[in-house]
């Protein structure tokens, strides 16, 4: 199996390069401050089609393989974890919708995500499920012409701004899966602030108080939501999460470098100082290594093989603890600054943390794997 990149995905690569180097890095710190994107900063992803990553180019989306999508938000979480996040769970939106919608659904809802003109928001936990997708408590109560939603979603990833939500209800005790549009009576929308890592995902809380959904809304059938629609969805998430910590990992290595190269200490740069060249060392194997990985899991996504869920797991699962421990490498390299606002580092080494909760815990990974692998 050959891992080299083509000439076709070098050159998207050296494009979303230089986009991320222009658009998004030097202003994520203040996304970071601000704890929220810029409604021109989603027009220039939807603009360049980075919304559509995997939807078909003749509906306004990129139209690419796995390879590149994860070339895109590894590029994208190596400028901002919380910019990746909304590629993250818009994608997962379309990639369920596209494997398990309805002709009605996927000709109304893909051509919309693709484009940008709705953004998209996976709705999956609650104050009381989250590593457990069973446990959902949120309700569907079957209508002659449709459902209604009683309860709460809580840590919703964009889910302040998002148009359309993929939620996950028990319908008389089935795990069912429903699109719910913004605006829909019964819905409100309560934002979430100050959390610790990925403060510009805009997460929110999603109270359902008599939500009335058509039936046509309904995705797959009754009872498929965790097994089939949820599964497709975080297969998408997982793996791009997992290449958005190789970007985290890349970024605190390029930080470190730059910084050990001019910093001196005890008559001597930092960069050699044996103890910083170890550090150093395994940030750069770490790194190659969770590239290999994902690109391997990329792959696996693309020649349609039965072992892609199972590689993604591994990918996910190194890729977010090599990304904690380079973000901690980082820190402790820079000293106090790297614990300052001034520095980006110590945005990584938070984003980072985060990495290991969500679309699976490190825990909930290390099971999987153990069990399947």
Known sequence: MNLDLS??????????RTFVNDEIRPYADAFDTDGRIPRRLIGQLAERRYLGGLLPEEIGGLGKDAIVYG??????????????SLLTV??????????????EQQAKWLPRLATGNTIGAFALSEP????????ITSTATPQPDGYVVNGCKRWITFGQIADLFLLYVQVDGRPSALLVEKGSPGLEIVPIHNVMGTKASMIAELRFTDCFVPKENLVSKEGFGLTAVAATALGYGRYSVACGCVGIGQACLDESRSYV????Q?????????LVQQMITNMITNVKAARLLCYQAGHLMNTGSPHAMTETFVAKYFASTMASQAASDAVQLHGAIGCSHEHPT????????????????????????AQNC
């Not at 000439?7 to 979303?16: L, M, P, T, Y």
């Not at 070339?71 to 990746?84: A, I, P, Q």
């Not at 009381?128 to 446990?135: I, K």
């Open 266 to 274: 005890f008559g001597a740069y930092l960069k050699d100082h044996q």
């Open 346 to 369: 110590q945005r990584f080494y938070r984003d980072a943390k985060v990495m290991e909760i969500i679309e699976g815990s490190t825990q909930i990974q290390q099971m999987f794997i």
């Open 261 to 264: 190269g001019k910093r001196q």
């Open 128 to 135: 009381e499920a989250g590593s457990d997708p069973s446990g």
């Open 90 to 103: 818009h994608g997962m939106v379309g990639q369920a919708i596209t494997r398990w919608g309805t002709n």
């Open 7 to 16: 000439g076709q995905q070098k050159a998207f690569q050296d494009e979303f």
């Open 71 to 84: 070339l895109l938000h590894e590029e994208v979480g190596r400028g901002c974890s919380s910019v990746r």
